[in-house]
């Protein structure tokens, strides 16, 4: 099991690296990994994306640097699916963004699927007695859908002081040529069913640089009070397009059903090609977790050329140390191998 020096040894790398002007941003997995969460278990950290094949990938570290995809107990030579079979109203092929988080002693999944009947995409839940599964939808129908909406995506579950769970998501009005907007809702206390109606957090795409979609909300908690990342903005890199206009941004929010306003500054985090301090193309759909007792936030971002071109249609997982700074999140320069 990796010690506090360890971690505290990964952020000296990463500065060091910035004051030898190496690139600021460098991914730690050059898999496609896109929207990833990451949880810390036993020693280990787990790490979950969009399908890319299988319906839930998982990777695993032991160092937030080094990672692998998981392996199938009764055959290591095969990726592991932590979810080999959706819940009953769910259709194979479109499953993205999950979350999971332990509740009572088991594993709760949150994630977007293509709901059969209807035909957009929604939000379910699924339990396993392990973090790599294999998660079980018993359900019949999705968690939450928003048809008149179009559709819904991007669960975030968050747990509060007071133990109360939360769950964030975006309507998929951009799907349907609609506004979006960040909407919040009490769960359970097992995680499994939402109580009362959802409330906007009164963000929507109403910035110029948020374009036509804001979505991935991630609700953090800190000593100054509630403040929720999102991402927005096409997230695709398109052949025309120098960069991604994929960004992070951040709101303010009074309490954890918001209302919420957007924080000044933001976006937070956004593509760039520099000479001194790297490529990045379409840094986005981030999650704020602890590792060995401080803040890192993963995200994604796509693989690029030398020249800071898009290679190949993978987005590669980053992580990276999580600073504060006057109440404004500040993403600090990522996590990667020390020198040898």
């Keep these: 099991m990796i010690r506090i020096a360890s971690a505290l040894a990964l952020l000296a790398a990463a500065a060091a690296a910035v004051a030898a002007r190496e690139p600021v941003h460098l991914p730690v997995f050059q898999e496609d990994f896109p929207d990833p969460a990451v949880i810390e278990h036993k020693g280990q950290f787990i ?36 979810m080999p079979k959706l819940g009953a109203w769910a259709r194979v092929g479109r499953t993205w ?20 009947k209807r035909n957009i ?26 048809p008149e909406l179009g559709g819904t995506i991007d669960a975030n579950v968050f747990r509060d002081a007071d133990g109360k769970l939360y769950l964030y998501y975006k309507n998929d009005g951009n799907a349907v040529r609609k506004p979006t907007e960040l909407w919040a809702q009490r769960l359970s206390d097992d995680g499994t069913a939402l109580i009362g109606e959802p409330v906007s957090l009164k963000l929507k795409n109403d910035q110029p640089w948020e374009a036509h979609a804001i979505e991935a909300p991630t609700m953090v908690r800190r000593p100054g009070g509630y403040t929720m990342l999102y991402s927005a903005n096409h997230f695709g890199w ?23 306003t957007d924080g000044p500054g933001s976006p937070i985090l956004y593509s760039y090609n520099d000479k001194e301090a790297g490529c990045l193309s379409g840094p986005g759909h981030q999650f704020v977790f602890k590792g060995r007792g401080r803040d890192f936030i993963a995200f994604h971002g796509w693989a690029a050329t030398k020249g800071c071109r898009k290679a190949d249609d993978k987005r590669y997982l980053y992580v990276a140390p999580l600073f504060w700074k006057e109440g404004k999140p500040v993403v600090g320069p990522s996590l990667r191998a020390a020198a040898k």
């Design 238 to 260: 398109e052949p025309h397009q120098r960069l991604s206009p994929y960004a992070m941004g951040y709101a303010v929010c009074t309490g954890p059903m918001g209302p919420c």
């Design 97 to 116: 963004a999950p979350e999971v988080i332990e509740i009572g002693g088991r594993w709760v999944l949150y994630y977007t699927a293509r709901h059969d």
């Design 121 to 146: 995409q929604c939000i379910g839940v699924a339990t396993a007695t392990d973090p790599l599964g294999p998660f079980v939808d018993t359900a019949q129908d999705a968690l939450v859908c928003q």
């Design 47 to 82: 790490a979950y994306s969009t399908n890319n094949g299988a319906n839930l990938p998982v990777a695993v570290s032991s160092d937030l640097v080094n990672w692998r995809f998981a392996t199938r107990p009764d055959n290591p030579k095969k990726p592991l699916d932590g």
